[in-house]
Nanobody
Framework: QVQLVESGGGPVQPGGSLRLSCAASGVTLDTYDIGWFREAPGKEREEVSCIRRDGDTNYGDSAKGRFTISRDNRKNTVYLQMNSLKPEDTAVYYC??????????????WGQGTQVTVSS
């Protein structure tokens, strides 16, 4: 059974940092493009970043210069390092297998996500 589990969220003050993890079982992550998304209350889910099978990366405008996506093949885990966090980054963050970083289709279902709350 394929499962992606997000972790690493929590409360953080503005300007702080968090590293989110997306750990996989039943699938090898480096055979897929993997996207990080977030959903804030009252807002549509938006894509934050994506890493391709070849290691190339995409970032949404809100993440550029502050967030870094990476992959550890030995741990079968994708990370999202988030720096200089702002209150508007508060959301539930999800990782998902994408058919392609440049597209919208995904494989499987959305997981539980991990809550990030940026507040003083």
């Amino acid at each position: 059974q394929v499962q992606l589990v997000e972790s690493g969220g929590g409360p953080v003050q503005p300007g702080g940092s968090l590293r989110l993890s997306c750990a996989a079982s039943g699938v090898t992550l480096d055979t897929y493009d993997i996207g990080w998304f977030r959903e804030a209350p009252g807002k549509e889910r938006e894509e934050v970043s994506c890493i391709r099978r070849d290691g190339d990366t995409n970032y949404g405008d809100s993440a550029k210069g502050r967030f870094t996506i990476s992959r550890d093949n030995r741990k079968n885990t994708v990370y999202l390092q988030m720096n200089s966090l702002k209150p508007e980054d508060t959301a539930v963050y999800y990782c998902v297998r994408k058919v392609a970083c440049d597209g919208v289709m995904i494989y499987g279902d959305w997981g539980q996500g991990t809550q990030v709350t940026v507040s003083s």
